[in-house]
Structures are given as structure tokens and as C-alpha cells.
């Protein structure tokens, strides 16, 4: 595990940009994956903010910002992307996703996704579509329900809380590789996994709380169009290919940002 993260991480951060395909950079235009990382690169900045404030006793400095920015590298993420979708789609696949996502009902689904995003940004707003949606839990709202065939047929959830145990793993490897804690790889495993319930139940707020914000303009045949191209088989590839990108993505961003972490704390030691 160790050397496909080291390997993960040098391709990352040292590499020059890696060509994919012209089919999967099509795919990835008509994707707007340039917004998707641009709002997850400051999604990512907040949050190094936090870590700042919370371990480093908000003294980074110029130092952490520096690291920080590095690693959000908006080009390098969206090269690793590119490339996961050209290693996991083949080009009949791409062909049907490109054609979905940029007619006119693709591209304001995507619109959606992006407006709610970006808002979701806002602590408030975040904090409005978690309760909005915990108060529909128990309803029989018909566009819930149509959004939570959409997240089980995308193992949203799932995938997004594995996602997020693995970048944990990835953070406290991170910080005993840089020797600011000292732990065996059973105490973090045992840490990690005593996290699970927090973050499922953090993820499916704030996850149910974004589509129900994106989607709830969309009539209920446009969600089922998506639930529809969803589970085809090129929406299928599509999703498995983000995730794996994503996960290369996050997991090496995670592990560094240990790596910072420790570093920053060892000198301020000194």
C-alpha cells in the first residue's frame, strides 16, 4: 500500500502533465471538470485552513499556504482525471457520455451540480441543506425518493464515505511518516474505523442536502433520465472512473498534507 501511495504521490505532485486520450479530454470539457476543481480546490483550501487552526495553533505561516496551494494544483488533478477516464472507459462509452452530458438537459444537470456546489460553500447554506433534507427524511417526497434511487445507483454514498476513511488513513500515514505521532498501522486502522459512523452520517447530510438543493428544479422525468443514463453501462464506467481518479487525487493530497502537517509542527519545536 505504502509504495502504490508513494507512487500515487510522485506521479501527482513531480510529474508533467500526462496526456490521456482526445476522446477522454473531450469527455472531460464537456464534463466542466475545470469548475468541478476549481470549487474543490477551495473546498480543499478552507479545509487546510481548519488544520491550520486546529494542529497547528493557526501558525503555518506562508509555509503552509505555499504547501498547500501546491498540492491543490487545479492542471495536475485534472490530468490525473483525464487519465483515469481514458484508462476506464473505452471509446464507445466515452461517445455515449459525451453525448449525454452535452445536450441541453447534460449540461443543465451539470449547471445544477456546479450553482449547488459553489453555494454549499458557504457554511450556512450547508448547514440549510442538511436540515432541509433531515426534514424530509421522513416524507414521502417524491423528488427524495428519485434522488435516493440516483444515490444507490451510483454507490454514492458508499463510495464517498470509503473515499473519505481511506484520505483519513492516508493523513495519519502522513503524520507518522513525518514523526510528529508515533503509531503502529493497527492504531490507525483501529482510529480510522472509529470514525465510520460520523463520517457516513456527515456525508449523507451534506450529500443528500447537495442533490436536493441541485436537483430540486429538474422535474421528476429529467432525474429519471439521469437514473436511466446512470446505470447504462458507459454511466457506470463514468462514475467508477471519477471515484478512481478522485481517490488518486485525494488519497496523495491527504497523505502530504500529514507530511505538512508534521513538518510544520516538528519546527515549530525547534
Known amino acids: 500500500m ?10 501527482l505532485i513531480c510529474a508533467p ?4 486520450t482526445p476522446e ?5 470539457r464537456v464534463l466542466r471538470l475545470g469548475e468541478v476543481i476549481a470549487i474543490m480546490r477551495d473546498e480543499g483550501l478552507d479545509n ?26 487545479a492542471d495536475r488533478i485534472e490530468a490525473t482525471l483525464r487519465k483515469s477516464i481514458a484508462d476506464g472507459m473505452d471509446n464507445p462509452q466515452i461517445s455515449q457520455a459525451v453525448s449525454f452530458y452535452q445536450s441541453e438537459q447534460g ?6 451540480e456546479i450553482s449547488a456546489r459553489t453555494a454549499m460553500l458557504d457554511p450556512d447554506i450547508e448547514d440549510i441543506a442538511h436540515a432541509n433534507y433531515y426534514d424530509l427524511v421522513s416524507s414521502k417526497d417524491a423528488h427524495l425518493a428519485a434522488i435516493t434511487r440516483f444515490v444507490e445507483v451510483n454507490d454514492l454514498l458508499g463510495l464517498n464515505v470509503a473515499g473519505s476513511l481511506r484520505s483519513n488513513y492516508q493523513f495519519f500515514r502522513g503524520l507518522v511518516d513525518g514523526k510528529a505521532i508515533n503509531m503502529s498501522d493497527d492504531e490507525i486502522l483501529a482510529d480510522v474505523w472509529g470514525q ?12 443528500f442536502g447537495f442533490l436536493l438543493m441541485a436537483y430540486r428544479p429538474l422535474s421528476l422525468a429529467e432525474i429519471e ?14 462514475n467508477r472512473a471519477l471515484f478512481d481518479g478522485f481517490d488518486t487525487v485525494y488519497s496523495a493530497i491527504s497523505y502530504e498534507l500529514g507530511r ?7 519546527a515549530s519545536d525547534i
Open 2 to 11: 505504502r509504495l502504490y501511495l508513494l507512487a500515487a504521490l510522485f506521479w
Open 17 to 20: 502533465f500526462v496526456a490521456a
Open 24 to 28: 477522454a479530454d473531450n469527455l472531460s
Open 48 to 73: 487546510a485552513d481548519d488544520l491550520n487552526d486546529e494542529m497547528l495553533g493557526g501558525q503555518g505561516g506562508q509555509y503552509w499556504k505555499d504547501s498547500v496551494k501546491h498540492l491543490y494544483d
Open 107 to 112: 449540461q443543465r444537470i451539470l449547471t445544477l
Open 196 to 207: 465510520e459512523q460520523d463520517i457516513q452520517d456527515d456525508t449523507e447530510g451534506w450529500l
Open 225 to 238: 433520465d439521469y437514473i436511466t443514463f446512470s446505470n447504462s453501462a458507459s454511466g457506470q464506467a463514468l
Open 260 to 266: 505538512s502537517v508534521a513538518r510544520a509542527m516538528l
